[in-house]
């Protein structure tokens, strides 16, 4: 297993930045106003290349349309060199092989770190920005043991169970990417300033944003689609039915790719989703072993949504809703920090916690958590285990 990683580590890095006519004109579309990927790909089968659609452009344009300048694009790639970045271009050398056949691939990807991992075989974990302490454990084990295995971990650089599928990656020293819903130079959140350096050096971070682009609450799901093509099979953990990571299920079943699921109890509202994606077919997860034993050696090719068995649509209508109870969704990206008493509520589920892992994992002090302890305990939302440690209610 260990060869198998040292192989990723040993590859030269490459930077592929469009240098063709051909790739500037897909970039210059691909930032355009009005423009879709699916509606580019589809003038590209109209007028056989970008630099034709470019051309042609008067002829379809629609008064909202706005086409991106050829000095536009140079500056974005210039900004984009200066930080050590790189870009892959649809169709072209670099472009990672599990998306080119999806209807909905990004033309473009900017990058940090290393390109060739995102030609890797990849596993995506997702689930609840508030994440039991005990899913946030379990979930960082699960990252370095399909690590171990040589297999490379993609996350959404969030909050809560996506920090640590990155972080149990690196912790087995395996690779890991980010796919980020704002331009790769924007940090968010905030606090995973480190994390997203240590990912650039033992793996990367890439979005279809533009350089500079602060992640607006529409490019979440659009961030979930692209995990869910560049990964063998998407594992759901903690969210709640109405979850940002359940759109990623949805995208990864559209797109014929494995979906796991880990199961909770039925009382916490975190175990929503994974618990109904059980019942409707998707795969259990206790181990590392459970996903390596459906792994294929290579991605699975893309099967059209209409073969696929299509997830109950009625459960993402309203996915851009908070999670339940003190949990926010992937959507909301106002910076504003949960209080001590959200953070610590947020920890407690229906495993038992010790007072010990909470002081780590909220990061107060002793004094201070035992006084919210005793308020959540007093308002019923918070009760002492039989082993001494916490659960909810």
Known sequence: MMRQREKILLMPQIFPTPTTAESLAKLRLARSSGMGSITLR?????????SHVLARWSEFAKPSMVL???????????????????????GEE????????????PIVLSGLGDAQFLSARQVAMVGNRAASAAGLAWSKTLASDLAKAGVVVTSGLARGIDSVAH??????????VAVVAGGVDHIYPPENANLRQRIIAHGCVVSEQPFGMVPLAQFFPRRNRIIAGLSVGVVVSEASRHSGSLITAECALGYG????????????????????????????????ADILAHLPAKPAP???RVQQQKIQPDLFANADEADDVFAGDEGEIDGIEPSLRQKVFGLLGAVSVSFDTLVRMSGVDEAALNGVLIELELDGHASRAADGGWVRG
């Open 94 to 105: 670099g472009y990672p092989a599990a998306l080119q056949e999806l209807p909905d691939a």
């Open 42 to 50: 589809k003038l590209m089968q109209r007028y056989e290349t970008a």
């Open 167 to 176: 972080e149990g990656a690196l912790s087995a020293n395996g690779g890991t």
């Open 257 to 288: 790719r494995d979906v796991w699921a880990v199961p909770g109890s039925p009382s916490d509202a975190r175990a929503g989703g994974p618990n109904w994606l059980l019942k409707n077919g998707a795969h259990l997860v206790e181990s590392a």
């Open 302 to 304: 893309f099967v059209p």
């Open 68 to 90: 991106c300048t050829e000095d536009a694009a140079q500056r974005e790639l210039e900004k984009l060199r200066a930080a050590g970045g790189w870009m892959v271009v649809w």
